[in-house]
């Protein structure tokens, strides 16, 4: 709702990133939700944490820590029994970190196919041995 009246969603409408993969693809349910009955943040970043561990873990080979969420926006809303696609790119590579940014995209209202970019995000993960400390990567920069 703007200035009292209703957003009219097939405004929002963006077409899925083509030719790309989700790393992640999921529909959250009912307890998903904040107060207000949408989807609770909380739940959008930790599965963007898992959704950008994904190509970092692939990169490094073994395990990796997030040592960072460098920026986070909530575009829009993300409703109970969307499904929810996360695509998630490497950004950069140092010495033993990985940077990788998030894409969000909810499709809703499958009777009118609207798909809704809901979320931007970049994390930086470390890879890390069974110490827990910093490994360097056997990657070279990108
Ligand atoms: C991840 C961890 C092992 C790194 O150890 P550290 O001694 O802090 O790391 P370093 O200072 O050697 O930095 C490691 C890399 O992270 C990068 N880094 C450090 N702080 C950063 C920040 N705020 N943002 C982005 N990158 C950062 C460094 O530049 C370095 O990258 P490079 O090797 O590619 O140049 C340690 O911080 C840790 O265990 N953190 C907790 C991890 C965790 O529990 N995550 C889940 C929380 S919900």
Redesign the pocket.
Known sequence: MIGGQELDPTELHVELPSGREPVLRVVPMPADANPSGDIFGGWIMSQVDIAGSIPALRLAKGRV????V?SFVFKQPVLIGDLVSFFADVARV????ITVNVEVYAQRRFEQEITVKVTEATL?Y?A?GAD???RPLAVTEK
């Open positions: 820590a997030t040592i960072a460098n140092g010495r033993t970190s930086t470390v890390v827990r400390r910093p």
